[in-house]
């Protein structure tokens, strides 16, 4: 609320009577505010925590699929090694 709606409510709510209503608003929005920040700040905390508990099993899966396709390429060139052994045993 800017300061000019202050002083407009003031004269608007009777002097001094009308300053505390208006500290007592104002108050009462800045509690909502807060609560409301902590509310959205407590829920990007757990999204926080639910996306890296996530990225944790992600890294996980990727450790295991790099370690498999290690292993397959190593078969993969045993394979060739292998292949290329015949051939040149078929060609001999």
Do not use: C, K
Not at 14 to 43: H, Y
Not at 44 to 58: I, P, V, Y
Not at 65 to 85: I, S, T, V
């Amino acid at each position: 609320m800017p300061p000019e709606t202050w002083i407009l409510l003031v004269g608007g709510l009777g002097g001094l009577s009308g300053l505390a209503a208006l500290w007592t608003a104002i108050g009462r929005a800045r509690r909502d505010d807060v609560e409301a920040l902590a509310t959205a700040l407590d829920q990007l905390r757990e999204e926080n925590r639910r996306l890296r508990a996530r990225l944790d099993e992600l890294e996980d899966e990727n450790r295991q699929l790099r370690a498999r396709l290690d292993e397959l390429e190593r078969e993969n060139e045993e394979l060739r090694q292998r292949l290329n052994r015949q051939e040149r045993r078929r060609f001999s």
